[in-house]
């Protein structure tokens, strides 16, 4: 068995201590930056910071329980996830909800909150993460945000009678970003 030098130690443990501070700081900043509600608990990490381009499909539908008004729903979305600092890539599709990074690791998840981005644009999501298909970045994965940068709010056009069924692409520029526990 190799052992650790007793002289070594002191810097061995010194080493990891700033090692877990500055995950533990990375982790707090970007959570400085999110709203209260769509926080991660803080016994989570950021394993993979992924930015997005993509396009969500829109639907002009008659909403029964909504006292017949017509609205633009959500009919699918895809994005390609970027590199972030993983080195990993990978895509979104939904429905349902799934990503699937490079290395053959794939999950779904259930939306816990949405918040609202800003006008003209997509909401933000924090999504419980299902287990992961496959072995690899995405295994073990407790939540997903969805942090919208730009784009992706429903059409500026009517939705009525008139253009019922119509379907209208937006694009959308996102941070996919995924927890798993320390």
Same mark, same amino acid.
């Given at each position: #068995?190799?052992?650790? %030098?007793?002289?070594?130690?002191?810097?061995?443990?010194?080493?990891?201590?700033?090692?877990?501070?500055?995950?533990?700081? +990375?982790?707090?900043? $970007?959570?400085?930056?999110?709203?209260?509600? #769509?926080?991660?608990? *803080?016994?989570?990490?950021?394993?993979?910071?992924?930015?997005?381009?993509?396009?969500? $499909?829109?639907?002009?539908?008659?909403?029964? $329980?909504? /006292? /017949?008004?017509?609205?633009?729903?959500?009919?699918? *979305?895809?994005?390609?996830?970027?590199?972030?600092q993983s080195g990993q890539t990978g895509t979104y599709q939904s429905p349902p909800e799934t990503w699937r990074a490079s290395d053959g690791s794939a999950l779904t998840g259930m939306e816990t909150v949405r918040a609202s981005a800003g006008p003209d644009r997509l909401y933000d999501q924090l999504v419980?993460?299902?287990?992961? *298909?496959?072995?690899?970045?995405?295994?073990?994965?407790?939540?997903?945000?969805?942090?919208?940068?730009?784009?992706? /709010?429903?059409?500026?056009? %009517?939705?009525? +009678? $008139?253009?019922?069924?119509?379907?209208?692409?937006?694009?959308?520029? *996102?941070?996919?970003?995924?927890?798993? %526990?320390?």
């Amino acid at each position: #068995m190799n052992r650790i %030098p007793t002289h070594k130690r002191p810097a061995l443990s010194a080493l990891l201590l700033a090692a877990s501070l500055a995950t533990a700081s +990375a982790s707090a900043a $970007t959570q400085d930056n999110v709203p209260q509600i #769509m926080q991660v608990p *803080a016994d989570n990490r950021i394993v993979w910071q992924a930015p997005a381009q993509g396009a969500v $499909t829109y639907e002009c539908r008659m909403m029964p $329980t909504d /006292g /017949g008004r017509y609205a633009w729903v959500i009919a699918s *979305a895809a994005a390609t996830l970027g590199a972030g600092q993983s080195g990993q890539t990978g895509t979104y599709q939904s429905p349902p909800e799934t990503w699937r990074a490079s290395d053959g690791s794939a999950l779904t998840g259930m939306e816990t909150v949405r918040a609202s981005a800003g006008p003209d644009r997509l909401y933000d999501q924090l999504v419980l993460a299902n287990p992961s *298909a496959g072995v690899g970045l995405l295994t073990g994965v407790t939540y997903i945000q969805r942090l919208v940068r730009s784009g992706g /709010g429903a059409p500026s056009a %009517p939705c009525s +009678a $008139t253009n019922k069924g119509q379907r209208e692409q937006i694009s959308y520029q *996102a941070d996919y970003v995924f927890w798993k %526990p320390n």
